[in-house]
């Protein structure tokens, strides 16, 4: 059987005295297009980031594409992200540059020292850019400063710049959370459509349990940085998953009550070796 193309495994990650994953579980395969479901604070940025290797663990494995991402360093850790695209909420596109230039530059990690101007890049990778840029509908704004686009446009070209990576795996950090409802549903429809062609593996972080349900094979939830649900989406409506998700959060909640309570008493038995645990508070 083939291995699993992730696999994250009893994941901790500490910020200070925020536990922001804790115990964190989940295996993807090639070719799933799973969504990371929770509510701003739960983790969802937290555990994308650790597939890219931004973050370290504080604990727990994390394991793409056959590596153990938190060891890699250097050029294995460059080798690695070069096979993993990232497509951010606020699309962090060069405003004053052509859209073009912007798709360009998905493609710096494979080419050595700095590029300025479009005459610097290989004809073969412009061309490569306006196959992207015509794939998510904008070849017609190729030429066209990035910030003149609207938002869900700009999207699509970071989406094209991640596509001059040809990854294997797409993770997007809640792609439409910028976005109005009707440029949301075609961020995520393009994002599937690419995905379904390309043999993709995508990991897209949202809130909204609709576009969830209609974009992704299977959701999994965080809560306070704990996975409360890990299920497929076929035949799944909303009110079954907000009644799961809500179930298991209460279930959550429960236990997380029961560990501080557990975590004060100790405390004040050993008042020197206390340390307490803030769960999802802010940054
Ligand atoms: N660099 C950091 N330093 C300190 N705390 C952090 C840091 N990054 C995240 N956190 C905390 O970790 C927890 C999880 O944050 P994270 O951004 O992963 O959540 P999220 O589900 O992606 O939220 P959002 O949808 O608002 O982006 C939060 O309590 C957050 O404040």
């Given at each position: 059987m083939p291995s699993p193309l992730i696999e994250v495994r009893d994941l901790d990650k500490r910020f200070d005295r925020t536990l922001?994953?804790?115990?964190v579980e989940a295996t993807i395969d090639r070719g799933e297009i799973v969504v990371l479901l929770?509510?701003?604070?739960?983790g969802k940025s937290t555990l994308l980031r650790h597939l890219d290797g931004l973050e370290t663990p504080t604990s727990g494995s994390v394991r793409v594409l056959g590596e153990e991402v938190p060891r890699l360093r250097g050029r294995r850790l460059r080798a690695l992200r070069g096979r993993v695209g990232f497509v951010f909420q606020q699309f962090e596109?060069?405003?004053?540059?052509?859209v073009l230039e912007n798709v360009l530059t998905g493609s710096l990690a494979r080419l050595r020292g700095p590029r300025l101007g479009?005459?610097?890049?290989?004809k073969r990778l412009k061309l490569a850019a306006l196959g992207h840029l015509d794939r998510v509908g904008l070849l017609d704004r190729a030429?066209?400063?990035?910030?003149?686009?609207s938002g869900g446009q700009q999207q699509r070209v970071a989406i094209a710049r991640a596509l001059m990576q040809e990854p294997e795996i797409l993770l997007a950090d809640?792609?439409?959370?910028?976005?109005d409802p009707e440029s949301s549903e075609q961020v995520m429809a393009l994002i599937r459509e690419i995905a379904m062609d390309a043999g993709l593996t995508v990991v897209c972080s949202l809130h909204q349990v609709d576009l969830a349900l209609a974009w992704g094979d299977r959701i999994v939830g965080l809560r306070g940085g704990r996975l409360v649900l890990d299920t497929?989406?076929?035949?799944?409506?909303k009110a079954e998953v907000m009644e799961i998700y809500g179930r298991v959060a209460t279930a959550t909640a429960e236990l997380e009550a029961i560990e501080t309570e557990l975590a004060d008493a100790s405390a004040e038995a050993r008042p020197d070796r206390a340390e307490p645990l803030a769960e999802g508070a802010g940054r």
């Open positions: 922001a994953l804790h115990g929770g509510l701003s604070g739960s596109l060069v405003p004053s540059l052509t479009l005459w610097s890049y290989p030429y066209q400063r990035a910030d003149t686009l809640e792609p439409v959370a910028s976005l497929p989406t076929e035949g799944l409506g």
